[in-house]
């Protein structure tokens, strides 16, 4: 059986991850902040485990992949926050927060769990961007540059670990209505309109995220590599389409 972890795996988009990989056949080590909610997840999915997780600490990484007593097949860097506030107002300890979990995690986890795949040459790395890492949005602090930073982070590690046998690629959603979104989406007006602004007219789900980075990780993907694959509703695209021609 094969295993994958996912940071971030209490609620939201990390959920249904977790959910579709034990779904798909998966040991799934339900990973998060918040100990009691990767762990009353983990109860809902057969074979789980759940476990209280830093991402930004290496040793409460190495810890839960000592726990597994075995490497993963799979890596899910979904862990992610998001503190909202003009630049100008934003204070150094919240921009630095959120690159302690969006970016250091990314690498922290990725890198411990790297080292032990790479000696049996095999394993999938995805990790969670975001349309925000090209489309940037006014009041969303340190979040768009963390998840450009991803996509980066992500290239990088695809070069450098490809010749061990890994693939790393990323996943980005665009307006999904889960997680962090979801009170956002809660406002009846901002739901329609964010709704109407994709060319599906709808938002997405967590679920159509998750079976995005499935694919990601089964065999399908073998030949794919160091790419960001956008689960937006081609809303990244749509610009255009709104601008007058005359």
């Given at each position: ?5 996912v940071?971030?795996a209490g609620a ?8 579709a990989a034990?779904?798909?056949g998966?040991r799934v080590a339900?990973c ?6 990767a ?6 999915l ?5 476990f ?9 990484v190495?810890?839960v992949?000592?726990?597994l007593?075995a ?13 909202f506030?003009?630049?100008l ?27 032990r ?12 961007s ?18 450009a ?29 889960a ?7 809660a ?11 994709v ?7 967590a ?22 694959l ?8 749509s610009v255009?389409?709104r601008?007058?021609?005359e």
């Open positions: 059986m094969k295993t994958m972890m940071t971030g939201g988009i990390g959920a249904a991850i977790a959910a034990a779904a798909n998966y339900v998060d902040i918040d100990g009691e909610r762990k009353s997840v983990a109860a809902g057969s074979g789980a485990l759940g209280q997780l830093d991402v930004s600490r290496e040793a409460d190495e810890r992949l000592d726990a007593e490497v993963p097949d799979a890596l899910v860097n979904n862990a992610g926050i998001v503190r506030g003009p630049l107002e934003l204070s150094v300890e919240n921009f630095r927060a959120v690159l302690d979990v969006n970016l250091l995690g990314v690498f922290v986890c990725s890198r411990a769990v790297a080292r795949m790479a000696p049996r040459r095999s394993g999938v790395i995805v990790s969670m975001s349309i925000n890492a090209t489309h940037p949005g006014p009041g969303a602090g340190a979040y768009p540059a963390t998840k930073a991803v996509v980066s982070l992500t290239q990088q590690m695809s070069l450098e670990w490809a010749g061990s046998g890994l693939r790393v690629n990323a996943v980005a959603p665009g307006f999904i209505d997680g962090m979104s979801a009170p956002i989406y406002n009846p007006r901002v739901r329609e309109l964010r709704g109407s602004a060319p599906q007219q709808r938002l997405g789900t679920e159509e995220v998750a079976a995005a980075v499935l694919f990601l990780c089964s065999e399908q993907a073998s030949y794919i590599n160091g790419h960001e956008i689960v937006d509703g081609g809303v990244v695209n255009l389409s601008l007058p021609r």
